[in-house]
């Protein structure tokens, strides 16, 4: 399919992706970050409402593998409608749960819904879009989800001091349906793509997944989801706990996490471009500074909490920037073989395994062992992405230079 040269179109499409992808962002990280106020609300425990947040994401990164094979075959525009209209019905019914395990089926089903966005969006802007216009696009997008991220920090303190915890769900399911419609009413056309499958999209090679270098930038992506998702989860908490500092305003002070995370992105994306233009070895640099923020943040834990917020806005800051690298820059290489959508889907679902093991992991950790323990946990993290990412580099450089 001809790639889009007119830059009005790149922009009208980089705008409708960016909206998308923002929107999605907020009907499903807001229950995460009202997860300590819903605590003090319901009287749920911590580790019986962090069920619902490791569900989320279990059948997000699941739903991310069917996604992905589905993105390859199907109209990428339907299946990102799909997921909006059921994400947004499961933000008005997860308000009607009169238990945590009610919650934990709702919240399931809109983690396997929200799975139908990434795939389909990365298929678009890969067949669509020349390979600078695709960086570039895809870091507005990624962008987006910081600014879902920020909206739903800010505003949930204020809906939640004026109408309840419930009333936060109901203001994302709104702006879903929103956007569902605009979605559904824009012009996009790109399903020819799917209609009339290219030469290498009727040989599609999946082999190449089960390399051995593949098997250890899929390790390091569940690292990163460990660190990026878990520590955004459980920041406000950590806080709290730490500071004594009430809920809403440690909800609050969950903003300057994707403000970092814009700012890291940014970051990447320049370093990526005139200094490592290996994704791998851009990954390992940046695990490499979250390992430093880590261990900073355990030496001056407990002394002064904007010191603390700072380094875990540098710890998750530096995860955005290596899930830049490894789950949006690393697609576009296997066009060739005919399965971009279906390498980004599994790729990203190894984020949410991550995303799972720690949302409950961390939760369980900081009520048993308590939070220094924690953080030691976080720096042996980082410490192996950085390793991991280093030893996959020549491989990777290998694979692409030979294939």
């Not at 990434?118 to 895809?138: A, C, F, N």
């Not at 999209?201 to 390091?220: E, G, Q, T, Y």
């Not at 800051?317 to 073989?337: A, Q, R």
Request: hydrophobic share 50%; with cysteine.
């Amino acid at each position: 399919m001809n790639k889009i040269v007119d830059r009005k179109d790149v922009t009208k499409l980089s705008v409708l992706l960016s909206a998308t992808y923002m929107i999605s962002y907020m009907t499903r990280i807001n229950f995460g970050a009202i997860i300590s106020e819903m605590e003090n609300a319901t009287q749920f425990s911590r580790t019986l409402l962090s069920m619902s947040v490791t569900g989320c994401f279990a059948f997000y990164g699941t739903g991310q593998i069917v996604s992905g094979i589905c993105g390859d075959r199907f109209s990428p525009k339907k299946l990102v409608a799909l997921g909006l209209m059921v994400s947004s019905a499961m933000n008005i019914l997860v308000t009607l749960c009169k238990s945590p395990y009610q919650m934990l089926i709702v919240w399931s089903i809109n983690g396997f819904a929200q799975a139908f966005m990434w795939p389909p969006l990365v298929r678009i802007m890969s067949s669509l879009l020349s390979k600078e216009d695709y960086t570039k696009v895809s870091v507005s997008v990624i962008r987006a989800s910081s600014f879902g991220t920020i909206a739903v920090y800010l505003l949930s303190p204020v809906v939640i001091s004026f109408f309840g915890w419930k009333q936060v769900f109901v203001f994302c399911a709104t702006a879903g349906f929103i956007m569902l419609v605009l979605w559904c009413s824009s012009s996009l056309r790109c399903d020819t793509v799917y209609k009339k499958k290219s030469v290498a999209d009727s040989r599609a090679d999946n082999k190449v997944l089960f390399r051995p270098f593949m098997v250890c930038i899929m390790l390091a992506i569940i690292l990163q989801g460990m660190l990026r998702d878990g520590v955004t989860t459980w920041m406000p908490s950590y806080i709290n706990e730490t500071y004594n500092i009430s809920s809403k305003i440690c909800i609050l002070s969950g903003v300057i996490l994707p403000v970092f995370s814009i700012i890291c992105i940014q970051a990447t994306s320049i370093l990526y471009k005139n200094k490592f233009t290996n994704p791998i070895k851009c990954a390992s640099v940046l695990f490499g500074a979250g390992a430093v923020s880590a261990v900073m943040l355990f030496i001056t834990t407990g002394n002064i909490a904007p010191l603390s917020i700072l380094f875990l806005a540098i710890l998750t800051g530096s995860m955005h920037g290596v899930n830049m690298m490894l789950i949006t820059m690393l697609p576009p290489y296997f066009e060739k073989h005919g399965n971009v959508s279906t390498v980004s889907g599994v790729l990203n679902s190894c984020t949410y395994v991550g995303s799972a093991i720690s949302t409950y992991g961390i939760a369980l950790l900081s009520e048993k062992l308590g939070w220094n323990f924690t953080l030691l946990s976080w720096i042996g993290i980082a410490l192996s992405g950085t390793m991991i990412c280093i030893l996959a580099t020549k491989p990777w450089n290998r694979f692409i230079n030979n294939d």
